[in-house]
């Protein structure tokens, strides 16, 4: 069974830098074939797909996004971490990991969600 | 501003049929055989419902059917049952830089 949690700060402020976790069980990026992807979701908003992690560290970003995201992976902790600068107002959302197949284009299992607040 | 279209509202009474359309581009849905269509909950995570335009991952009613025609999507409910209300978010491959593209999102009520 896959499961995947979200963690990081509830709250930040303007201009900060914004971390969060993933922490999944269930797979591992050790054996190949899977991704870990990013999305967000403001209240009472449409999802929007942030960045994704392969297991052979190929990265991809939101275009949009691209200049402040940043996907790393630790494959022995089974972490995903996303960085995301430069926080305002309107990246105040509830932030998803999930998790797909190499060659799969729709995300099968997903994180419960973390809700970010950014405010002074 | 979404990049798939979807109408903000559905509804049909239970028993009825209805269509959830999602509308891109050929760079998107037109382009690719990769549409899946999620179903969430208020307060709750997205699910997989359908995917590659009319594939149901186990566990997913054959109530919920998928196709696509041109640069359009549509997600079918069939049958409506008051558990299928719920917002309705169709996503779509958008090539290998933009990888994955939603749309809006579409609330269906069941009457």
């Known amino acids: 069974q896959i499961t995947l949690k979200e963690s990081g700060p509830t709250l930040v402020k303007p201009t900060q830098t914004l971390t969060l976790t993933c922490t999944f069980s269930?797979?591992?990026?050790?054996?190949?074939?899977?991704?870990v992807g990013w999305i967000r979701q403001p209240p009472g908003k449409a999802l929007e797909w942030l960045a994704l992690i392969f297991w052979n560290d190929d990265k991809r970003y939101s275009p949009s996004l691209k200049s402040r995201l940043t996907i790393t992976k630790d494959t022995s902790k089974n972490q995903v971490v996303l960085t995301m600068t430069n926080m305002d107002l309107v990246d105040t959302a509830t932030y998803y990991c999930a998790h797909r197949y190499d060659f799969d284009y729709y995300f099968d299992s997903w994180g419960q969600g973390t809700l970010v607040t950014v405010s002074s | 501003q979404s990049a798939l279209t979807q109408p903000p509202s559905a509804s049909g009474s239970p028993g009825q049929s209805v269509t959830i359309s999602c509308t891109g581009t050929?760079?998107?849905?037109?382009?690719?055989?990769?549409v899946s269509w999620y179903q969430q909950y208020p307060g709750k995570a997205p699910k997989i419902m359908i995917y590659e335009v009319s594939k149901r991952p186990s566990g997913v009613p054959d109530r919920f059917s998928g196709s696509k025609s041109g640069n359009t999507a549509s997600l079918t409910v069939s049958g409506l049952q008051a558990e299928d209300e719920a917002d309705y978010y169709c996503s779509s491959y958008a090539g290998s830089n933009n990888l994955e593209v939603f749309g809006g999102g579409t609330k269906l009520t069941v009457l």
């Open positions: 269930g797979f591992s990026f050790s054996t190949g074939g899977v991704g």
């Open positions: 050929s760079s998107d849905v037109g382009g690719y055989n990769y």
